[in-house]
């Protein structure tokens, strides 16, 4: 009988970057990790070829795991790709995510965003919703992009009102939890806001009766990494193998094919 190991620690937090190439999703992650651990680039060519994960202790209390996406959803992608960076974001993220974090760069929320979003929620479902933040990200140009022009910068509020629709929908649907970041802040200011992002997360999560995000297939990768623990065994090292991103892989093919002929 295969030894069951240690489910997720109750103080670790684990967090999915979600958003168009170009959005800032790394930049976004070296700010709640308060390190460098993502590369990034200076265009908008995505650098992050596949979903990794990296973490930080005791951020806020927390330890904190975070995977960023190589823009996973975006809609020129082929189901192949997308197949298997679910498949690793899965197994990097087991049990499951306790927020997804939608990166959308302030000034351009355009269609192709809301079909990203959208892409997510076909193969999440719905109820990912419960579990999202936005993070509209750029907040320094969104500014200087006033201030070029002598005109006054308006409020983050306001910003939000001016959104398009569709995207106003959303973002209530999500009980209108967003935070906009600037990464270039000085530490202080980035600290503030790593703080305030933690603390609608955990809101969020009371909401949501203190459990992350899961699902069948969730539970099922969680299986497999219980199966293959030892006493010995440390999560985040099986988590990150090879072995049982395989295995996983192999579970979630099948229903990766269902949802494929569902989205034709």
């Given amino acids: 009988m295969p030894f069951f190991g240690k489910p997720a620690p109750p103080n670790e937090f684990r967090f999915v970057l979600v958003g168009k190439t170009g959005a800032g999703k790394s930049r976004v992650g070296n700010t709640i990790l308060n390190n ?3 590369t990034f680039a200076l265009d908008s060519k995505s650098v992050t070829a596949v979903c990794k994960l990296m973490s930080a202790d005791k951020r806020f209390g927390k330890k904190i795991d975070l995977v960023d996406t190589p823009g996973v959803f975006d809609t020129e992608k082929n189901n192949e790709t ?11 993220t087991t049990p499951g995510p306790h927020a997804i974090l939608f990166c959308v760069q302030m000034g351009r929320f ?8 959208e892409h997510y929620i076909k193969y999440f479902g719905q109820n990912i919703l419960n579990y999202l933040v936005f993070v509209f990200t750029h907040l320094d140009s969104w500014r200087e992009s006033f201030e070029d022009r002598d005109a006054s910068v308006p409020s983050e509020d ?22 906009c970041m600037d ?23 009371s909401k949501n009766g203190n459990s992350c995000y899961t699902d069948k297939n969730y539970e099922e990768a969680e299986k497999i990494l219980q199966t293959m623990m030892t006493v010995n065994s440390i999560r985040d090292e099986i988590k990150n193998s090879e072995s049982f991103l395989n295995k ?7 229903m990766f094919q269902k949802i494929c002929l569902k989205l034709k």
Wanted: hydrophobic fraction near 35%; glycine fraction near 0%; proline fraction near 1%.
């Fill in 82 to 92: 997308i197949q298997k960076e679910i498949c690793r974001c899965i197994s990097l």
């Fill in 158 to 179: 306001v910003y939000i009102k001016s959104l398009p629709e569709k995207a106003k929908s959303y973002l209530e649907k999500c009980k209108n939890r967003y935070i």
């Fill in 183 to 205: 990464n270039r802040a000085k530490e202080e200011e980035k600290e503030k806001t790593v703080k305030k992002l933690i603390e609608k997360v955990e809101e969020m999560l």
């Fill in 248 to 254: 996983v892989n192999l579970y979630l093919k099948l």
């Fill in 110 to 117: 355009t269609d192709q965003e809301i079909e990203v979003l």
């Fill in 36 to 38: 460098k651990a993502f």
